[in-house]
């Protein structure tokens, strides 16, 4: 009698296929804010959260992401300081800022640091919707 190998494939179980929607890590000390991007693009991204720049550092070290929303001004390690990690370790993550602060100079440093845009909070919802696919758009097409 022949030894018969069954294999069986379980498609569920492949990485590339466990998790297909885009990976977005919120960064952004008030909860309020972490809260309206939750409610807003929780339906179609999977969501990561941090609060401030070191546990962004920490998740983006730690896992995948697609795209990055990083508030300018945090505690501890502060939006700007994150991103120019961010844009030394993965140049080619987009991240695109957050903030209260509409000053254009904050703006223009961040675009220097490489961030891929700017969204003044508050943000309109289809503000927020629009910004996300531009960015993960232009990441794909690179």
């Known amino acids: 009698m022949k030894n018969r190998i069954y294999i069986y494939f379980n498609p569920i179980r492949r990485p590339e296929m466990a998790n297909p929607r885009p990976r977005i890590l919120v960064c952004d000390d008030e909860e309020g804010i ?3 991007v939750a409610l807003i693009l929780g339906d179609d991204y999977d969501l990561a959260m941090a609060t401030n720049g070191d546990e962004a550092i920490q998740k ?3 896992g995948d992401f697609d795209l990055v929303l990083l508030d300018i001004q945090m505690p501890r390690v502060g ?3 994150a991103l120019e990690w961010i844009k030394k370790t993965e140049p080619d993550l987009p991240v695109v800022m957050l903030t209260a602060y ?3 100079e904050v703006a223009k ?3 220097k640091l490489g961030a891929t845009d700017y969204i003044p909070k508050p943000f309109e919802r289809e503000e927020l919707l629009e910004q996300v ?3 993960l758009r232009s990441a794909t097409a690179k």
């Open 133 to 135: 696919k531009k960015a």
């Open 109 to 111: 440093q961040a675009l």
């Open 60 to 62: 983006i070290q730690q």
């Open 34 to 36: 972490r809260e309206s």
């Open 102 to 104: 509409q000053s254009v």
């Open 79 to 81: 939006g700007l300081q």
